[in-house]
């Protein structure tokens, strides 16, 4: 069966921009998480869906929001682009809301400049 | 606060040889372990787990041993092998978020020397 797949796999935005990031689980996963990584921080909690509602955010600013669709795909929003933005961003699927039997995505690249 | 730490950022192994690799946590809540391992340009890959009821788990060449009085728990590979070489990862889920979100070390770069 098809994996998480996470469009685009790399991106280049200029610092003060917006970007959309998406995520289309495994079919029949429900839930959909995403973890900023950075060199010095490791993986981050962003936020969780669970049936097109957020469960649990992460400590991060409001600039970083997201969505889930009926489908379960996700998107995530991060506007006002800073230079720290600049990040691996996973997503990742599971059956039930919580991290029992997490799949991940290959990752969307994000550099700012 | 770094509630899943994992101190080395890096070890090198010959091949056929062990790698230990170390975990330690300050949350004495947790209930679960996992590691996962990750290679450049993928996404981290489930591993082994373990119960905190647990002190050891098994899975062919990884075994996962739990210290719950230390808080400290470490990941065996042997014998180690090249295609080993990733980025290994440490977590526990949250317990007081209804399991999610994973805490996460920071981890660890392992290379396998042929």
């Known amino acids: 069966k098809a994996g998480v797949t996470q469009t685009p796999r790399y991106l280049i935005k200029t610092r003060g921009q917006q970007v959309t990031l998406s995520c289309s689980p495994i079919s029949g996963h429900r839930s959909v998480s995403w973890y900023q990584q950075t060199p010095g921080q490791g993986l981050q909690f962003l936020f969780e869906y669970f049936s097109e509602t957020q469960r649990n955010k992460g400590n991060f600013p409001g600039r970083f929001s997201g969505r889930q669709f009926s489908n379960s795909r996700s998107e995530m929003n991060v506007s006002t682009l800073e230079l720290g933005d600049s990040a691996l961003y996973l997503c990742?699927?599971?059956?039930?809301?919580?991290?029992?039997?997490?799949?991940f995505g290959s990752g969307t690249r994000l550099t700012v400049v | 606060d770094q509630q899943v730490k994992q101190n080395s950022p890096s070890l090198s192994v010959q091949e056929g040889r062990i790698s230990i690799l170390n975990c330690d946590y300050t949350?004495?809540?947790?209930?679960?372990f996992l590691w996962y391992k990750k290679y450049p340009a993928e996404g981290p890959t489930f591993l082994i787990s373990?119960?905190?009821?647990?002190d050891k788990n098994e899975d062919g060449r990884f075994t996962v041993f739990l210290n719950k009085s230390a808080k400290h728990l470490s990941l065996h590979i042997v014998p180690s092998q090249p295609g080993d070489s990733a980025v290994y990862f440490c977590?526990?889920?949250?317990?007081?978020?209804?399991?999610?979100?994973?805490?996460f070390g920071k981890g660890t770069r392992l290379s396998v020397i042929a």
């Open positions: 990742a699927s599971s059956l039930a809301s919580g991290a029992d039997g997490y799949t």
């Open positions: 949350n004495s809540m947790f209930d679960y």
């Open positions: 373990i119960s905190s009821i647990k």
């Open positions: 977590a526990a889920p949250s317990p007081s978020s209804g399991n999610t979100p994973l805490v």
